[in-house]
């Protein structure tokens, strides 16, 4: 029964739907009044068989033969899947066939249809209808849900000022007591000052009148203390009192509170299907006023540009041999391990199961050091040619190319030697990422939540999309009169807190912005010069390979 009609309704006319039926097609299987029995008559294009809708019996309407125009097929071909006629049967075609009536074939066919419908009906259907209803509920509460999150923020905020405005007040007040505390000083040592000044100029004007008497007796009588005139007038020296800030403006959304991220599960069949398991509510951290240097490594190399690391026994680094060697904190080379082409390797990256991958542009290959030292080549690329690379939280791999002709780059994830999904494009069509002949470096990262960051230094740019590669945004730099050189990033890599660090070459720096792309501050102390590879460890250690120098950093730039 069709939804919406009840069991007195009467039936009604198949094609005008308005009169109340009287004949019934037996071929067509169609319901007429007496005035459509005509037009239904008119279709010659099938034949019609027209009887009292009371006297109606459904007919069969046997297929017609694709081999045998004028025959109709009345069997079943079980071997071929194909209603037949009986010249087909005895045909060649045919032979040693098993055959069945088609009216079997179409009541069983009919059993299972109505079988379907009464599964679909009470058990699929239900469901559906039970989801819109949730979806309806959920999306009428939704604006009053996130009303009470503004609420809370405002309420927040409002706390906030209130404790910030007594601070202000405290401090203001305190800093107008040191302020009458210098006057009075400097008022005192004045004071004196201007009286010595007036002693000074009494003897003065003393000297010259006994200078210009000729009496004897009072110019032998007329002392002077001279003790008082050697010495220079006395100094004081007030130092200004200053304002120690405890945290940068840039960080009181660390202190403030921070939103935690919607959390989406599709359920499917009773089934819940989620993104890869990443620790949830890391231990809060702040970024240090002055980030700390540990330690230095020297490599031995120039031109180092690699870095990968999960902890401070494997820190794994390449430069423009075929080496790629391990080090651990301690400076001590623990493993050297040659490429498989002789050749390079562009870029570097460990995977949670501690196997190395690496990029070979001379091969177009991407390659993998298993744990057990033998080297596989992965993926072999024809029209492009791989560059940069990172391991996910999945266990799959990014990778950064750009096509043999230099007119396109592209993001590709892999799963082993699976491709997944390419980014490349956004919403409107247009590229994600530059295409700069002499420079096609896109050093690539994944933040943990699910971003894929990508460090594109054709275009001076940081473009991040979302899982999906939908663009999120792109960050082009910091204005700053000390950094000069115009910003083009290099390495990248992300933290435990979502934060992203990016190596500015040029600028001898390192920028951290966070998961939303707003900057937070620079490292650009502890003596960097040329940073390239950045990588960070398990415990928020940031490794940055100097492309000059040949020395790894380990900087601690968080707590």
């Not at 069945?100 to 599964?119: A, G, M, V």
């Not at 991958?357 to 744990?371: E, P």
């Not at 690329?381 to 190319?401: E, Y």
């Not at 994830?413 to 295409?435: A, C, H, I, M, W």
Request: with cysteine.
């Amino acid at each position: 029964m069709e939804a919406g009609k009840h069991s007195q309704d009467v039936v009604r006319c198949d094609l005008c739907r308005k009169r109340i039926v009287q004949m019934f097609c037996s071929l067509c299987l169609t319901n007429l009044c007496k005035k459509c029995v005509g037009e239904h008559l008119s279709d010659n294009s099938q034949k019609h068989d027209i009887v009292a809708f009371d006297m109606r019996k459904s007919k069969f309407i046997f297929p017609r033969c694709n081999t045998h125009d004028e025959e109709l097929c009345e069997m079943y071909c079980e071997e071929c899947k194909t209603p037949v006629c009986p010249q087909c049967v005895t045909s060649m075609k045919h032979k040693r066939h098993c055959f069945r009536h088609i009216q079997e074939i179409f009541n069983s066919k009919k059993e299972f249809l109505e079988k379907e419908e009464s599964r679909i009906m009470n058990s699929i259907y239900p469901k559906y209808k039970d989801a819109s209803i949730d979806l309806r509920t959920n999306l009428y509460g939704l604006n009053e849900e996130y009303e009470k999150l503004i609420c809370a923020v405002t309420k927040q905020g409002e706390e906030w000022h209130r404790e910030i405005d007594i601070l202000v007040k405290a401090l203001k007040d305190q800093i107008s007591e040191e302020k009458q505390k210098h006057s009075d000083t400097l008022q005192r040592n004045l004071s004196f000052i201007k009286r010595s000044i007036s002693n000074i100029e009494i003897t003065i004007s003393q000297i010259k009148e006994i200078l210009k008497s000729n009496d004897i007796l009072k110019c032998l009588s007329f002392e002077i203390c001279t003790e008082d005139f050697k010495k220079d007038p006395p100094w004081v020296d007030v130092k200004f009192p200053a304002f120690v800030s405890q945290s940068s403006p840039r960080q009181l959304s660390k202190l403030f509170g921070f939103l935690t991220p919607i959390s989406i599960t599709h359920r499917e069949r009773g089934y819940s299907r989620k993104a890869p398991e990443i620790a949830s509510s890391p231990p809060l951290k702040q970024l240090l006023h002055e980030p700390t240097l540990i330690t230095s490594i020297y490599t031995g190399y120039i031109s180092l540009h690699n870095v990968t690391c999960r902890n401070d026994e494997e820190i794994w680094i390449g430069n423009l041999t075929n080496e790629i060697k391990c080090f651990n904190v301690s400076g001590s080379l623990l493993n050297t391990i040659s490429t498989k082409s002789g050749k390079s390797a562009m870029d570097l990256a460990i995977t949670n199961t501690n196997d190395l991958f690496y990029t070979d542009s001379t091969t177009r290959t991407v390659n993998v050091v298993r744990n057990n030292g033998k080297t596989e080549e992965l993926i072999q690329l024809q029209d492009w040619v791989p560059q940069n690379l990172c391991a996910t939280f999945s266990g799959d791999i990014l990778v950064t190319m750009y096509s043999v002709n230099t007119t396109q780059c592209k993001l590709v994830r892999y799963s082993g030697s699976s491709e997944k999904q390419t980014v490349q494009f956004d919403d409107q069509g247009n590229p994600l990422y530059s295409v700069n002949s002499a420079n096609m470096v896109k050093h690539v990262s994944e933040n943990r939540n699910l971003d894929i960051c990508v460090a594109d230094c054709g275009a001076g740019a940081v473009v991040v999309v979302n899982q999906s590669g939908k663009s999120r945004f792109i960050y082009r730099g910091q204005a700053s009169v000390a950094r000069k050189n115009p910003f083009k990033p290099h390495g990248i890599t992300t933290d435990s807190q979502g934060q992203i660090l990016t190596a500015d070459t040029d600028n001898h720096c390192i920028h951290i912005l966070d998961q939303n792309g707003q900057f937070l501050c620079y490292i650009d102390n502890c003596d960097l010069c040329h940073p390239y590879g950045i990588c960070v460890d398990k415990d928020d250690n940031l490794f940055v390979a100097q492309f000059t120098s040949g020395k790894i950093k380990k900087i601690e730039y968080m707590k």
